[in-house]
């Protein structure tokens, strides 16, 4: 399973411990003008690297933020990253969307030990009210390691395993956006529909932190999960608006022990798309649900 640490037990990790990179995975967006590698350069944990979330997307489709399944060029980013297969891997970010369960997320997806991957509880900010040692200049050049990837295609699904599921359910399907676009308010993104897929579950992610930006203790989200009705010793299946937000649910659900749960990569820009996929009739074949009167 991965872990979730505080500030002071990165800090010991950062001076104790061999094989440890840390990596800043803060992504805003596309709306959010500001470069993420530059404000990473002008203040990161001291001895971090920039993890570019983007630097995965598939360049094949015009989806958002989908994860390629490209293993060589994942392998030459995460060996340009000094990344090997035996590192320890601590994600933070100073996102509020909490990007870092994002890059855990691909970091599982592409076979790294998930003993080795950690998130820092509280990202960025946790570290400086920490008073952890701060960097504001370009990281020191690093030398290309090599990593060795094993693809993990049973943590992502398609649209067609979506519309499978839809006829044939053995699946739970949580949705992680706000309540107000689950239920069918105004979309974010142009050329939606608004909605959620039929029968999925609202979770907003939100719900799972404290007002400082801390986790929650995750007994109390295990109660938060079981009280809208999810089963936990069923299969689970996260969505979001566009897969960046839906693997917070899936750390989660590594921390209470339910590591294999899958997330839907398209998430709502694909599924609640106006316009047709090759090899569709209409959009009746992705049905939207709304809960407005």
Known sequence: MAWLINAAQVDRFRKNQKNVVILDATWVTPDDERDMYQAFVSKHILGARFFDINAFADPNTSLPNMLTRD?????????QLGITNEHKVIF??????????????????FGHNTNLLYILDGGMEAWEKYGGKIETVLPKEISPKPYEVSYQGHLVRTLMQMKENLHHPHEQVI??????RYAGGPETRHGLRAGHIPGSFCFPFTTMFEADGKWKPIEKIRK??????VDLNSPIVTTCGSGTTAPI??????????PDAAMYDGSWTEWGSEELYEGEDSLAERPVQTSLE
């Open 71 to 79: 293993e060589n060029l994942i392998a030459e980013k995460l060996g």
């Open 224 to 229: 938060q999960l079981t009280g809208i009705g």
């Open 92 to 109: 933070y970010d100073n996102s509020k969307m909490r990007t870092s369960c994002r890059a855990l997320w691909m970091m599982k997806v």
């Open 175 to 180: 949705d992680m956006r706000n309540p107000v």
């Open 249 to 258: 649910l899936n750390f989660a659900l590594d921390l209470l022990g339910f």
